[in-house]
């Protein structure tokens, strides 16, 4: 009897971690979980930091095929331009760990950057992986919006085509300007969640 209990209480224990666990993860129509991060230049970022703006989050890593996807021809770019240029705050997250494909030095972060003509806000170094496990980003890219109230709106795909080609990007439904259109008219977000495509992220492994 006495085991018996046991395992029922050490059960519920761990059923109530698993619970704590779950309710800070991130999920859409509720608060985006807090983190904070230093960027490729050295300067700590919380997100706190934005409040009262749009934030993106753009998981990234230059070497998966889907992001080259939308570097090659500037897609990416563009976006990035375009909504800063509207007051957006845009963070490019990278959770490859070191010695994974995608991982980059701070430097060499920088260097690719230019070189890209990349316009996010910030690149955001996640070498072990908790901010990108905390919001359940699986894949590069994986987007997610968060609304000037610190409301998460949007999680998935950037676009409706699962493809490498850069051809399919004029073609396919993007779900990111569509939902940042929405964020910035005042209109709740039609499509608030997709099925991400891509890399998987080179998470550190345990």
Known sequence: MMNLIKKLVTGLAALAVFGAIQTHAAEVGKPAPAFTLTDSNGKSHQLSDFKGKTVVLEWINHECPFVVKHYSGGNMQGLQKTYTGKGVVWLSIC????????????????????????????????????????????????????????????????????????????????????????????????????????????????
């Open 95 to 206: 959770s490859s760990a070191p010695g994974t494909q995608g991982h980059l030095s701070a430097a060499d972060w920088n260097k690719t950057t230019a070189e890209k003509k990349a316009s996010s806000t910030a690149v955001l170094i996640d070498e072990d992986g908790s901010v990108g496990k905390l919001y359940g980003a699986k894949t590069t890219p994986q987007m997610y919006v968060i609304n000037a109230e610190g409301v998460l709106v949007y999680n998935g795909a950037i676009d409706s085509i699962k493809s490498t080609s850069a051809d399919d990007i004029a073609k396919a439904e993007n779900y990111v300007s569509k939902a940042l259109d929405e964020v910035l008219a005042g209109k709740p977000v039609t499509t608030a969640t997709t099925a991400p495509y891509g890399c998987s992220i080179k998470y550190a492994k345990k």
